[in-house]
């Protein structure tokens, strides 16, 4: 079964940075679409950050040169670095991940449980 785990979240002074990550186990997977949203409360869920495999990435406009998403193939981990935060960025992170197992091919659309991010002084 597929497993997506984040991790790197936590509390941080405005203008400070984090990375965030986003690992996938329990099978080789071949990622398509990668994706970073975030909740705050008594918010919609948007989407901070997105990449496919071709490279193609789409950002937020208030996240726009401030954060990047990457990914490390080999580990089949995604990533999105956080620079210059602001209290706006506080949040409840959550990765989706999108593509398909390696070996049989077959499509998987898995959600991370959501890592914690407070910008406050």
């Known amino acids: 079964q597929v497993q997506v785990v984040e991790s790197g979240g936590g509390l941080v002074q405005p203008g400070g940075s984090l990375r965030l990550s986003c690992a996938a186990s329990g099978i080789s997977l071949d990622l398509n679409v990668m994706g970073w949203y975030r909740q705050a409360p008594g918010k919609q869920r948007e989407l901070v950050a997105l990449?496919?495999?071709?490279?193609?990435?789409n950002y937020t406009d208030s996240v726009q040169g401030r954060f990047t998403i990457s990914r490390d193939n080999a580990k089949n981990t995604v990533y999105l670095e956080m620079n210059r935060l602001i209290p706006g960025d506080t949040a409840v992170y959550y990765c989706?991940?999108?593509?398909?197992?390696?070996?049989?091919?077959?499509?998987?659309?898995?959600w991370g449980q959501g890592t914690q991010v407070t910008v406050s002084s």
């Open positions: 989706n991940l999108k593509g398909k197992t390696t070996f049989t091919r077959r499509p998987y659309d898995s």
């Open positions: 990449l496919t495999s071709g490279g193609y990435t």
